[in-house]
């Protein structure tokens, strides 16, 4: 086993050279802290189970396992997890351990089937009841005194009086009797309808509208992309979400297709055929039609005797079928949008489908400025900087209006992602890219991506405040957020997918007794546009002991605060600087573990915090990730996708990016409805005469050995060989065979499951594209650089073992 050279890209900081011979005794892989059996010990213990949330401090199921949720006073892990649920009582505590104090909070998270759905609450005219000093809402941390005419707010202490319509008795316990029958008094979650003082204006919001944008320039059409889009829009407008209970949506399209000049289309019901209006100049852009520009699909679709919308993207493909136009414009496409739903006072998304860098001359117009000669240098953090001026001012004028930008992205070569997803990483939005898009291989894979992405339950127009007990206080935000001063997270539109990151501070000693407290309130418009606000409540524990922070930390929520805290920073700071503070605080955390909590053992022991003991691979893999391991071989925009992509996930999409699954097909019972238990991300767990499935969340190979048996590639690709196996192939054949079944459902059920659709890639062992599946083999030697988990475990230990002497 090679170890690392020093002064490796990906390298970890100062490795000894001496780590690169052959080490002295060869350590058992097996021996060191494994993910998976981790993920398959708590699986085993609490999946299947139902996780109640009355108690302070408690530490939910890891994001892997299976369980059901049953809210009795704190919100779900799924909405909020966090580093420790046992925050040390002062602020040197935390600082002589330098574990972070953070929440990874995500308002809209998907529920299970089995799980209670959020309770509205409508208070009618008053509004919901908020402390008259901290403005936190009522929620069970309340503490009813005074015959129940009074309460004390649990985050600011303040003694309010209850509002005679809300006056209840208390019972002989101190809690009121119509305790169970309201949610904000029994439930850590629930949502609030807000009164006009919540809506802009004084004025209730209109519903939300979603505006295509369709790059029609030469590349678009001849690879038959725009047909692909039309031709799915058909159906996809049919399902368009609309909220629970409501028969049709309540959102409005609209539809704008564009290269150098922008073209809107006036589908007003009234009209024989759609008219076509173009603005070619995009210097100062305005939307040339404000009626008909808009419409509520369910009429458009219906409407006799042509539907409008059907025949608009029937026409679009064939009127631009024989264009020349390469060039097209960007930053004016994003502004005609904000126009529209300005025009129409409604919030609402674009989503972009777009393929080149924008070099029309138009505002935003860019140049390539690719240079790997920055990689590994000082200026490598450039790469990842957006260009500023006319598109910061965007994504402020874009979260202004509720404005939220989802980019599709169809590159052929470099197009400065740093700078265009800028926005979309302000608003809410997601950034979707196929390189070298074709419709044969990629075209299902983006198809799904975008139907997912429409039908995603979301909240449009948000603003989001953390508030905390006394003691301790949020002071960053990671996310695809927007912040306009230290408080207030706005977000132009946030979806189940999107995660928020929340670091804390101490300002004062947290008690023991009392705990900590944390309230996330959301305001938002929902979809049918009803102003609504969602609150989040969370109790945690407070100790004067470390043991207890260490007994109570989260390591998949930690990575995740790692993950954004250092993708953040290569905008700022050269990568090695970042990956030896990761190294550095790695090191820093466990020694301090070893110190305080250990019992006493042999220095040359490695002893590791059982709660954190598979902390060390995923820091690891995290410095080999694109954005962080400085190779000349990756390219700058496919870092910088990752790295906008990483601020906005939770903690399933961090876990799973870090730790692929790494499943073993070729020996399970078919019979049984059980998935395979995943293998150690690594070479060697690999067989010549295996099958393995491997996913991130974002790519997804199945992996062939040189001496997979016929039978089984004749089950699975009704071929006789694996000679036969085409190179291209992005599905599998439908077989009617127990195996074929079985792997197909494999497949089918984590594309639906995993927020991104994943593009299956089949490699044989030992063919050239084996390299991409073999990135991302996490525990091995990084291909582009960086250490193995073995290695870097030793170099922790030293590190760990000098920082005790
Ligand atoms: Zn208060």
């Given at each position: 086993?090679?170890?690392?050279?020093?002064?490796?890209?990906?390298?970890?900081?100062?490795?000894?050279?001496?780590?690169?011979?052959?080490?002295?005794?060869?350590?058992?892989?097996?021996?060191?802290?494994?993910?998976?059996?981790?993920?398959?010990?708590?699986?085993?213990?609490?999946?299947?189970?139902?996780?109640?949330?009355?108690?302070?401090?408690?530490?939910?199921?890891?994001?892997?396992?299976?369980?059901?949720?049953?809210?009795?006073?704190?919100?779900?892990?799924?909405?909020?997890?966090?580093?420790?649920?046992?925050?040390?009582?002062?602020?040197?505590?935390?600082?002589?351990?330098?574990?972070?104090?953070?929440?990874?909070?995500?308002?809209?998270?998907?529920?299970?089937?089995?799980?209670?759905?959020?309770?509205?609450?409508?208070?009618?005219?008053?509004?919901?009841?908020?402390?008259?000093?901290?403005?936190?809402?009522?929620?069970?941390?309340?503490?009813?005194?005074?015959?129940?005419?009074?309460?004390?707010?649990?985050?600011?202490?303040?003694?309010?009086?209850?509002?005679?319509?809300?006056?209840?008795?208390?019972?002989?316990?101190?809690?009121?009797?119509?305790?169970?029958?309201?949610?904000?008094?029994?439930?850590?979650?629930?949502?609030?309808?807000?009164?006009?003082?919540?809506?802009?204006?004084?004025?209730?919001?209109?519903?939300?509208?979603?505006?295509?944008?369709?790059?029609?320039?030469?590349?678009?059409?001849?690879?038959?992309?725009?047909?692909?889009?039309?031709?799915?829009?058909?159906?996809?407008?049919?399902?368009?979400?609309?909220?629970?209970?409501?028969?049709?949506?309540?959102?409005?399209?609209?539809?704008?297709?564009?290269?150098?000049?922008?073209?809107?289309?006036?589908?007003?019901?009234?009209?024989?055929?759609?008219?076509?209006?173009?603005?070619?100049?995009?210097?100062?852009?305005?939307?040339?039609?404000?009626?008909?520009?808009?419409?509520?699909?369910?009429?458009?679709?219906?409407?006799?005797?042509?539907?409008?919308?059907?025949?608009?993207?029937?026409?679009?493909?064939?009127?631009?079928?024989?264009?020349?136009?390469?060039?097209?414009?960007?930053?004016?496409?994003?502004?005609?949008?904000?126009e529209a739903f300005k025009a129409a006072e409604c919030s609402g998304k674009l989503f972009i489908f777009h393929s080149s860098m924008p070099t029309a001359e138009a505002p935003g117009k860019l140049k390539n400025r690719d240079d790997k000669k920055l990689v590994n240098t000082e200026k490598e953090k450039t790469l990842f900087q957006p260009q500023k001026g006319v598109y910061e001012q965007l994504s402020k004028d874009c979260v202004a209006q509720g404005c939220c930008v989802d980019l599709f992205l169809f590159p052929s070569q470099y197009m400065d992602i740093a700078t265009m997803a800028d926005v979309p990483s302000h608003t809410g939005g997601s950034v979707y890219k196929y390189?070298?898009?074709?419709?044969?291989?990629?075209?299902?894979?983006?198809?799904?991506?975008?139907?997912?992405?429409?039908?995603?339950?979301?909240?449009?127009?948000?603003?989001?405040?953390?508030?905390?007990?006394?003691?301790?206080?949020?002071?960053?935000?990671?996310?695809?957020?927007?912040?306009?001063?230290?408080?207030?997270?706005?977000?132009?539109?946030?979806?189940?997918?999107?995660?928020?990151?929340?670091?804390?501070?101490?300002?004062?000693?947290?008690?023991?007794?009392?705990?900590?407290?944390?309230?996330?309130?959301?305001?938002?418009?929902?979809?049918?546009?009803?102003?609504?606000?969602?609150?989040?409540?969370?109790?945690?524990?407070?100790?004067?002991?470390?043991?207890?922070?260490?007994?109570?930390?989260?390591?998949?929520?930690?990575?995740?605060?790692?993950?954004?805290?250092?993708?953040?920073?290569?905008?700022?700071?050269?990568?090695?600087?970042?990956?030896?503070?990761?190294?550095?605080?790695?090191?820093?955390?466990?020694?301090?573990?070893?110190?305080?909590?250990?019992?006493?053992?042999?220095?040359?022991?490695?002893?590791?915090?059982?709660?954190?003991?598979?902390?060390?691979?995923?820091?690891?893999?995290?410095?080999?990730?694109?954005?962080?391991?400085?190779?000349?071989?990756?390219?700058?925009?496919?870092?910088?996708?990752?790295?906008?992509?990483?601020?906005?996930?939770?903690?399933?999409?961090?876990?799973?990016?870090?730790?692929?699954?790494?499943?073993?097909?070729?020996?399970?019972?078919?019979?049984?409805?059980?998935?395979?238990?995943?293998?150690?991300?690594?070479?060697?767990?690999?067989?010549?005469?295996?099958?393995?499935?491997?996913?991130?969340?974002?790519?997804?190979?199945?992996?062939?050995?040189?001496?997979?048996?016929?039978?089984?590639?004749?089950?699975?690709?009704?071929?006789?060989?694996?000679?036969?196996?085409?190179?291209?192939?992005?599905?599998?054949?439908?077989?009617?065979?127990?195996?074929?079944?079985?792997?197909?459902?494999?497949?089918?059920?984590?594309?639906?499951?995993?927020?991104?659709?994943?593009?299956?890639?089949?490699?044989?062992?030992?063919?050239?594209?084996?390299?991409?599946?073999?990135?991302?083999?996490?525990?091995?030697?990084?291909?582009?650089?960086?250490?193995?988990?073995?290695?870097?475990?030793?170099?922790?230990?030293?590190?760990?073992?000098?920082?005790?002497?």
């Amino acid at each position: 086993m090679a170890g690392p050279h020093p002064g490796m890209p990906g390298a970890f900081p100062g490795a000894p050279g001496g780590l690169a011979g052959p080490p002295q005794k060869k350590l058992d892989p097996d021996s060191i802290p494994s993910i998976t059996q981790v993920i398959e010990d708590d699986q085993g213990k609490q999946g299947g189970t139902v996780y109640k949330t009355n108690v302070r401090g408690q530490v939910p199921p890891l994001v892997t396992t299976d369980f059901t949720v049953q809210d009795q006073g704190n919100a779900s892990p799924r909405f909020i997890r966090c580093t420790t649920y046992s925050l040390p009582c002062t602020a040197d505590l935390a600082k002589q351990c330098q574990v972070p104090l953070a929440s990874i909070i995500k308002p809209f998270a998907s529920l299970q089937k089995n799980e209670t759905p959020l309770y509205v609450v409508n208070h009618g005219e008053t509004g919901p009841i908020r402390c008259n000093r901290c403005k936190a809402y009522m929620c069970p941390y309340m503490q009813f005194i005074d015959g129940g005419r009074r309460y004390q707010c649990g985050f600011c202490n303040c003694v309010n009086e209850v509002p005679v319509f809300y006056f209840q008795h208390l019972d002989h316990m101190g809690q009121r009797v119509d305790f169970y029958e309201r949610p904000e008094l029994s439930l850590g979650s629930y949502e609030f309808v807000a009164t006009l003082d919540y809506c802009k204006n004084n004025k209730p919001p209109n519903p939300p509208a979603y505006i295509f944008m369709i790059d029609v320039s030469y590349n678009n059409i001849k690879s038959g992309l725009v047909k692909l889009i039309c031709d799915e829009l058909k159906t996809l407008l049919e399902n368009l979400p609309s909220e629970e209970g409501m028969e049709s949506s309540a959102i409005k399209v609209g539809f704008v297709t564009y290269n150098k000049v922008l073209h809107f289309y006036n589908v007003k019901s009234a009209l024989a055929q759609p008219q076509m209006m173009v603005v070619s100049d995009t210097a100062e852009m305005f939307v040339p039609l404000l009626d008909g520009f808009l419409n509520n699909v369910t009429c458009q679709l219906s409407h006799d005797p042509v539907p409008l919308l059907s025949s608009l993207l029937d026409q679009i493909p064939d009127m631009f079928a024989d264009t020349n136009e390469s060039e097209t414009v960007f930053v004016p496409v994003i502004q005609a949008g904000v126009e529209a739903f300005k025009a129409a006072e409604c919030s609402g998304k674009l989503f972009i489908f777009h393929s080149s860098m924008p070099t029309a001359e138009a505002p935003g117009k860019l140049k390539n400025r690719d240079d790997k000669k920055l990689v590994n240098t000082e200026k490598e953090k450039t790469l990842f900087q957006p260009q500023k001026g006319v598109y910061e001012q965007l994504s402020k004028d874009c979260v202004a209006q509720g404005c939220c930008v989802d980019l599709f992205l169809f590159p052929s070569q470099y197009m400065d992602i740093a700078t265009m997803a800028d926005v979309p990483s302000h608003t809410g939005g997601s950034v979707y890219k196929y390189n070298n898009f074709q419709v044969e291989t990629d075209g299902e894979h983006f198809l799904r991506d975008l139907r997912k992405d429409v039908r995603k339950s979301i909240g449009f127009d948000a603003i989001m405040r953390v508030r905390t007990s006394t003691g301790f206080r949020a002071t960053e935000f990671f996310g695809a957020i927007h912040m306009n001063n230290t408080t207030d997270v706005e977000m132009a539109a946030v979806d189940c997918d999107k995660a928020i990151t929340v670091e804390f501070k101490h300002d004062d000693a947290l008690s023991e007794e009392t705990g900590a407290l944390m309230q996330c309130a959301l305001l938002y418009t929902t979809i049918n546009g009803q102003r609504r606000l969602r609150i989040h409540n969370l109790s945690l524990n407070c100790s004067l002991q470390l043991s207890e922070l260490f007994k109570s930390c989260e390591t998949d929520s930690l990575i995740n605060f790692f993950s954004k805290s250092a993708c953040r920073a290569i905008l700022n700071q050269p990568l090695k600087n970042v990956r030896e503070i990761l190294v550095n605080q790695t090191a820093h955390m466990l020694a301090c573990y070893r110190k305080n909590c250990a019992s006493p053992s042999a220095a040359s022991q490695l002893i590791l915090p059982d709660a954190m003991k598979v902390f060390p691979v995923y820091v690891n893999s995290l410095m080999k990730t694109a954005p962080l391991v400085g190779s000349t071989e990756l390219s700058t925009d496919d870092r910088a996708h990752q790295r906008l992509a990483i601020m906005g996930m939770g903690v399933e999409d961090t876990q799973l990016l870090l730790y692929p699954r790494l499943t073993p097909l070729h020996n399970m019972d078919v019979s049984s409805e059980a998935l395979p238990a995943p293998v150690r991300c690594s070479e060697e767990r690999l067989t010549d005469s295996g099958m393995f499935l491997l996913e991130n969340g974002h790519s997804m190979f199945l992996w062939l050995g040189q001496a997979s048996p016929p039978d089984l590639i004749q089950s699975i690709f009704n071929l006789p060989s694996l000679a036969h196996l085409q190179g291209n192939m992005c599905a599998l054949p439908e077989l009617d065979n127990p195996l074929s079944i079985k792997v197909r459902s494999i497949i089918n059920g984590l594309i639906e499951k995993r927020p991104n659709s994943m593009k299956l890639q089949i490699v044989r062992q030992k063919d050239k594209p084996e390299m991409l599946f073999r990135q991302f083999l996490v525990e091995d030697k990084g291909l582009h650089g960086g250490a193995s988990y073995m290695d870097f475990l030793c170099y922790v230990h030293r590190e760990i073992r000098q920082l005790l002497t």
